[in-house]
């Protein structure tokens, strides 16, 4: 072998090597919190003997407004114990109105009143999220901190089999989101070592919800530069996935794709990332996309990286998919940039220089760091 082509086979593997290394380079901050479930299927029954409604699967969010707020605040009026949660709660899931200085009064008075555990958890959660009025914030010096004080207290609780339902999902949500506050530094000074303590508790299946995000989490940790260990990754991410987490499926994609913490197989590559893809993972489709130009399936790659160059991403969006708002953004720059490179050399679709320039600069908007990277692996002949 010259010196020359093994220079450049250095270069390529040292390319892959970044590029694998940024797709799963750790946890981003904008995690979200573990949620409970929705409360108002609890009520169904009682609207239809009140023939406000005719059958519970028609309870939508007009009827809610109209008459499930009615019901609990006269339950409240009642003495009801549980009517004072479930009216926060649905005031708190009301997201189009935004009523959260009610859904706060009314967790306090459930906590208050009644020490309802599950007011208590969700006051944790509007404080670590801000999520109350500005007169409000302003009566709390360090809402992180006051929210993780809540979270502690909550996973204090016994979680055995005669306990109430639903405390031991309390206490590994309340796990995950102090693994959140300590990995975010939000509350607490940043500790990965504290955050995975805190995240192996939520994972030890609890609470469905809060132990699958807790699992995604350990698989995006054990990826990070602090504690890197490639096969603890794909264990968790495996984990995950296998509980109905698409970000992890995507993920798991990106380790067979390069072979990290696994045997590299294109065939299981492109299977979980076309699963991710088809259950909402916009990243999955984009690293389908990038799968497909790579493997010169260049009809594929353009056609799927345009469908995600002209994709309206909406806030909405992130929370139905049930994935994170940063990978959605990386995403859109992977497939700007793909799709340019496609109407750049008329790779399976039209030749357009003046659309190509243009999707190349809002890559750049979407993820610099990555925008930057493709270039440099064009430049070298990488892609």
């Known amino acids: 072998m010259s010196r020359r082509s093994s220079s450049a086979k250095k270069l390529l593997i040292a390319s892959v090597k970044i590029e694998a290394d940024d797709l799963l380079n750790g946890l981003p901050f904008g995690?979200?919190?573990?949620?409970?479930?929705?409360?108002?299927?609890?009520?169904?029954?009682?609207?239809?003997?009140?023939?406000?409604i005719t059958d519970g699967d028609q309870l939508d969010a007009k009827l809610l407004n109209e008459n499930l707020e009615l019901l609990l605040a006269r339950?409240?009026?009642?003495?009801?114990?549980?009517?004072?949660?479930?009216?926060?709660?649905?005031?708190?899931?009301?997201?189009?109105?935004?009523?959260?200085?009610?859904?706060?009064?009314?967790?306090?008075?459930?906590?208050?009143?009644?020490?309802?555990?599950?007011?208590?958890?969700?006051?944790?959660?509007?404080?670590?999220?801000e999520l109350l009025d500005i007169d409000e914030l302003r009566e709390h010096k360090s809402p992180q901190a006051e929210a993780c004080k809540l979270f502690e207290d909550i996973i204090q609780l016994p979680i055995g089999p005669a306990e109430p339902g639903g405390q031991r999902d309390l206490v590994y949500s309340a796990a995950y989101n102090l693994g959140r506050a300590y990995y975010q530094g939000f509350g607490y000074y940043p500790s990965t070592e504290k955050a995975i303590e805190y995240f192996k508790l939520a994972a030890n299946d609890g609470d469905p919800k809060a132990s699958i995000l807790a699992q995604t989490a350990l698989g995006y940790l054990y990826s990070g530069a602090e504690h890197?260990?490639?096969?603890?990754?794909?264990?968790w991410h495996s984990e995950a996935c296998g509980n109905g987490s698409v970000e992890s499926q995507a993920a798991i994609g990106v380790m067979y794709l390069y072979g990290l913490g696994v045997k590299q197989d294109w065939a299981n590559a492109l299977i979980c990332l076309s699963e991710a893809a088809s259950h909402g993972s916009l990243y999955g489709k984009?690293?389908?996309?990038?799968?497909?130009?790579?493997?010169?399936?260049?009809?594929?790659?353009a056609v799927l990286a345009n469908r995600i160059a002209f994709f309206d991403v909406k806030e909405e969006y992130c929370i139905d998919a049930n994935c994170l708002k940063n990978f959605l953004e990386r995403a859109k720059a992977m497939g700007c940039f793909i799709y340019a490179r496609?109407?750049?050399?008329?790779?399976g679709?039209?030749?357009?220089?003046?659309?190509?320039?243009?999707?190349?600069?809002?890559?750049?908007?979407?993820?610099?760091?990555?925008?930057?990277?493709?270039?440099?692996?064009?430049?070298?002949?990488?892609?």
């Not at 995690?31 to 406000?52: F, Q, T």
């Not at 890197?228 to 264990?235: E, H, I, M, P, T």
């Not at 984009?286 to 790659?301: D, E, G, H, I, Q």
């Open 31 to 52: 995690i979200r919190a573990a949620e409970l479930p929705p409360i108002s299927s609890r009520l169904k029954k009682e609207l239809v003997a009140l023939e406000k």
């Open 75 to 129: 339950r409240i009026g009642r003495g009801d114990k549980e009517a004072p949660f479930q009216l926060g709660q649905l005031q708190f899931e009301n997201v189009m109105q935004k009523q959260y200085c009610s859904a706060w009064k009314n967790f306090q008075l459930a906590w208050r009143d009644h020490h309802d555990m599950r007011a208590k958890y969700q006051m944790g959660v509007m404080l670590y999220d």
């Open 228 to 235: 890197r260990d490639l096969a603890q990754s794909f264990y």
């Open 286 to 301: 984009a690293t389908l996309a990038y799968f497909y130009y790579k493997r010169k399936m260049f009809t594929n790659a």
């Open 342 to 347: 496609c109407l750049q050399q008329g790779l």
């Open 349 to 383: 679709v039209a030749k357009d220089e003046e659309l190509a320039r243009e999707l190349f600069s809002k890559s750049v908007t979407y993820d610099a760091a990555l925008a930057a990277r493709y270039q440099r692996m064009v430049q070298h002949g990488d892609l």
